[in-house]
């Protein structure tokens, strides 16, 4: 497929208007109680091999799709949400913006509520060069600011394990990997955290921890989750979110 032949737009508008729909109505929570099949995980090898071209993604192009696909009307304008219901895809490198595409092509990540649906479907309407695209366009954009539900006195309480982790529990500092200030990873597919929205941080640490998210390699991410407590879980959210930037980047 090349650049030009898309799928419509209108296809991609039927998506969100389903989900949107489903999400009104509350019949999505229903499905979350039946079986789900075993779920795929990478291979080193593999992910390396399908973001090789990853680099070649072109920003303008990506600021098209933002649009023309209608991604901008739940991520915002430039890729850093403006509903606390959806992340903020700003302040990450390409990799992990690419990666996260091809985790929900590949049903790697599922949720309870049924929001990461939406991307499981948004996904396959996108060939590996318009991902490149995206993912060049939203790591140019300015990193997220200060989301306004951000609670400072909840964030206070998250610093400690955040830049120290705790030894007892086998918990790395989450520094370690994501940057002394969550600015992003050691690895170009370790994401930011700084500026998240607690929410979007909250579910996907809690999906890590029920196994349905199964997108990070080796289950490093599982493994840590597992030991940390839902208090835990919700003060680390408020200490990341509190790291976002302060200067307006709408
Ligand atoms: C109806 C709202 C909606 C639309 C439209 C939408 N997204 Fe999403 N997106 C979400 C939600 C909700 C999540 C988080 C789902 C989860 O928990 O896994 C998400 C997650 C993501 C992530 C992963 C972020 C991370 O930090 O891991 C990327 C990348 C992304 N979307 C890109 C896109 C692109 C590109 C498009 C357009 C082709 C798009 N989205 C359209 C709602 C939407
Ligand atoms: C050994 C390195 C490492 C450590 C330590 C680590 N992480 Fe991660 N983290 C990763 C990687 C790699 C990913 C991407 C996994 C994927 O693609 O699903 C990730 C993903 C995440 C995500 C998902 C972000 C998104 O945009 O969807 C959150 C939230 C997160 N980590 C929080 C934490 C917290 C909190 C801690 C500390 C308790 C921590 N991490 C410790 C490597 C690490």
């Not at 390396?48 to 696909?69: I, T, Y």
């Not at 590996?128 to 140019?140: F, H």
Request: hydrophobic letters at 40%; glycine letters at 8%.
């Amino acid at each position: 497929m090349t650049r030009s032949t898309l799928h419509s737009p209108l296809t991609a508008l039927k998506t969100v208007a389903l989900v949107l729909f489903a999400g009104v109505c509350g019949f999505a929570q229903a499905a979350a109680h039946t079986p789900v099949a075993p779920m795929p995980e990478w291979e080193a090898a593999q992910l390396e091999e399908a973001l090789a071209n990853v680099s070649n993604g072109n920003a303008k192009e990506g600021e098209r799709l933002n649009h023309f696909l209608y991604c901008s009307a739940c991520h915002g304008d430039n890729g850093n949400s403006q509903s606390r219901n959806w992340p903020s895809l700003t302040g990450q490198k390409p990799d992990y913006i690419m990666k996260t595409l091809l985790d929900y092509q590949r049903d790697m990540r599922r949720d309870h509520y049924r929001k990461a649906y939406v991307m499981n479907r948004m996904s396959q309407l996108l060939s590996p060069p318009q991902m490149a695209d995206l993912a060049a366009y939203y790591a140019q954009q300015p990193a997220p600011v200060v989301p306004p539900q951000t609670d400072l006195k909840l964030a206070k309480l998250g610093a400690r394990l955040a830049l120290q982790g705790d030894d007892k529990r086998g918990i790395t500092a989450c520094a370690a990997c994501h940057g002394e200030h969550g600015e992003s990873g050691i690895t170009p597919d370790t994401p930011a955290l700084a500026g998240q929205t607690p929410e979007y941080f909250i579910q996907a640490m809690q999906m890590y921890k029920a196994g349905m998210r199964t997108s990070d390699i080796g289950g490093v991410m599982r493994m840590f989750a597992k030991n940390l407590s839902d208090r835990d879980i919700t003060v680390l959210a408020h200490y990341y979110a509190s790291l976002g930037s302060r200067t307006a980047a709408r």
